[in-house]
């Protein structure tokens, strides 16, 4: 315990990607992430790097590209409406193969809004982070202690996989405090020959792109990189199964939900239900595997997400629709309570209607 | 003590999160479970200020403190839309000299100190959620100069370490009232 | 005896620019400069959105394309990422001045030490010939057939005398490739700019007024003649701002 520290989460963040290795982060204020770039501020002239607020959230997505396009580790990290402005550049990441950290630190939406915490970007992470086939790594944290080791394995993966990964927490992770250790090995960089880091007169030149002309030259960029999609879907899933082993309901939760939902499991438990969790930590690839084989033995999956119904359709996915479902939600910056979602597995168990 | 949930709240500026953030290196430097989690946003900014802290020798589930085992009231609206939220058998700590009325539940131990007409009485005017921090420590047990002095030194900064002694003063104030 | 040689900074790719389109002039401009400076080995070039899309392809030096307008970001984060190199964009109106207007203001004002080709030709090109934001009052374009009414859609933007406002800017020149003189002057200009990054001297854009045959309807002699008759005088040549001299005498 001794060398454990109290840290906000988007500090924990901030922190970890300098452990990584990150010496450029580009942004633009937005609440409830702020202390990011707060805390790339003061740090970043301290250690050589370059921390720069950026003219927009469509500027700073670019600048990332340009030092991604260096091969240096880069990350940029916003909220909500500022992620939908960044989605052109999340495109153009994915379409030049650039690996990249973005964090989004979910706010209330559509639009403008709230600033409480939401998971309602779920979709646009994991499905449409901007146009185009493409995939990004997406990692949902669910304690501080998670913030910065997902940042670390999000650099790590990005680097793997030249893809971009998106670390999608909530306003509540972001602002809470717990007790982090920050102590890694971190792995030296994979080799990158594609960076554009001058030809030295030594080599062709490198180009960074995402334009393909041909259709066919298109056609086979994607299906490569849809290719490594999926090895990532066999080799890089990552959850946590509690109190599964002999659940007759299965919850699903992520990020602040899951830490609400385990509350419930307990009080559940010890009124003799047989109910666990399944906690996603990459939402994509999402852990179909566990969803599938846990249909094997529960009746009833309960998706507790702070949108509405938005991971529950991959969870009907995984399960192939043989179960029963239920939504557990609350939205626009509202929390279930730990009572709500007991009342939701009462109701599964056949109890307390 | 497996879990104690506490719910500090009042106007922002009264250090209402400080004084939870010293609440939780106090238990991390005791060992235990710790989650701290502040209201954020432009409430910050002279609202209702509030956070939760949550102190477990097990893993701390949800961060967020619905139903407070204490609950510190700082101000009225915050005794108002908190009270009926606390456990039965919990405890509240009543800045009275702020709030004028009495808390309604009976079934709560409920402690009164004017902490902020103590904290300007005794030249430190922005104290009071120190005083009322070694009023909890003294009714609650878990005064420890130890780990008190620890927590104070994670939460004050080295910049300001001639206050650790007016935090102690603070808090002994607190303790005796 | 070798009279005229290609540049070793362009590429041996065919160029795609349509007959009479002066990209080709500012390109192997550019070229000649980075080969006369030695700077090919670390120089990396940002390629915007346009007709100079694939521009990727004709420079021997690192190349990175950009998405539409954010040239200027990009170019931000590689000379960040790496100050010793020489970075550059080459951007054409459309790009530069209407949808990555805030990235193009924003990289003079915090002095980025780059270097911006800017394209001007009063129309854009790869799309078919919509208005562009330096289209004339009165141009006919796809997209304001009965010529640009400037109370309907507004002014041409006129970059260099804009940026000449912003105090980061420290040299911003407009210059055109219609007739030699104007070429060895435009020549001039890039090396300027090149050699300013390369002193760290900061932030400089040379503004080149360009022609588009195709989209203006004129044939390319028409298309030269069309630059001195009506978009030089909208668009005079000449040194908007040089902050650099100044800082070679302190």
Redesign the interface.
Known sequence: MADKVLMKGNEAIAEAAIIAGCRHYFGYPITPQTEIAAYMAKRMPKIGGCFLQAESEIAAINMVYGVASTGLRVMTSSSSPGISLKGEGLSYLAGADLPSLVINVQRGGPGLGGIQPSQSDYFQATKAGGHGDFRMLVLAPSSVQEMADLTVKGFELADKYRMTSMILADGTMGQMMEPVSLEYDIKPMPEKPWATTGTKMEREHNIVNSLFLQPDALEKSNLERFERYKYIEENEVMYEEYMMDDAEICIAAFGIAARVAKNAIVEARNKGIKVGMIRPITLWPFPTKAFEAAAEKAHTFISVELSMGQMLEDVKLATKCKGEYMLCSRVGGMIPSPEEVLAAIEKANGGAK | MATTQYLFAGFGGQGILFSGKFLAYKGLTEDKQVSWLPSYGPEMRGGTASCSVILSDTPVGSPIVSKPDVLVAMNLPSLDKYEDSVVSGGTIFVDSALIERKVKRTDVNVYYIPATKLASDNGMPTLANMIIVGKILKELGGYNEETVNAALKKVISAKRADMLETNLKAMNIGAEN | MVVFEKPHAL?DVPLHYCPGCTHGIVHRLVAEVIDELGI?????G?APVGCS??A??Y?????????HG?AP??????????PE?IVFTYQGDGDLASIGM??T??SAA?NENITIIFINNAIYGMTGGQMAPTSLPGQITQTSPYGRDTNHCGFPIKVCEMLAQVDGAQYLERVAVNNVKNVKNAKKAIKKAFQNQVEGKGFSLVEVISTCPTNWGLTPKKALEWVDEKMIPYYPLGVYKDNTAEKEAE
């Open positions: 590429t090919e080995g670390k120089t990396i940002i899309v694939m990727y392809n420079f021997n030096c690192d190349m990175i394309e950009a998405a954010r970001a990009v170019a931000t984060g590689v000379k960040r990422a790496n190199n805030a990235e203001v924003h915090r």
